[in-house]
């Protein structure tokens, strides 16, 4: 496996999960990472990406509520949720881009309760 995801749950509404990206090491980009959702009957959406040098950006519909971070020394890219809201519910997936292609993990499941 080369990208594992891990860490959703069910949580109510206002709380908060954390995700974790589990790359190998051939796997691991610090070009660029990010995390997408995919609702049932919606399109597959970035939720946050983490490029070269830090950079971070965000969908608006999670700005300043989830922080994606990476400790490349851990191969591992991470995806804290606060303030959860049921309009969140999704599978969540990571992707990682290399000049030879991109991978994507299996997804996680994160259900937010009203």
């Known amino acids: 496996v080369q990208l594992q995801a891990s860490g959703g749950g069910l949580v109510q509404a206002g709380g908060s999960l954390s995700l974790s990206c589990a790359a190998s090491?051939?796997?691991?980009?610090?070009?660029?990472m990010g995390w997408y959702r995919q609702a049932p009957g919606k399109q597959r959406e970035l939720v946050a990406s983490?490029?070269?040098?830090?950079?971070?950006t965000y969908a608006d519909s999670v700005a300043g509520r989830f922080t994606i971070s990476r400790d490349i020394a851990k191969n591992t890219m991470y995806l804290q949720m606060n303030s959860l809201k049921p309009e969140d519910t999704a599978v969540y997936y990571c992707?990682?881009?290399?000049?030879?292609?991109?991978?994507w993990g299996q997804g996680t499941q994160v259900t937010v309760s009203s």
């Open positions: 992707k990682s881009v290399l000049p030879w292609g991109s991978y």
């Open positions: 090491r051939s796997a691991f980009s610090i070009t660029y």
């Open positions: 983490i490029a070269g040098g830090g950079t971070t």
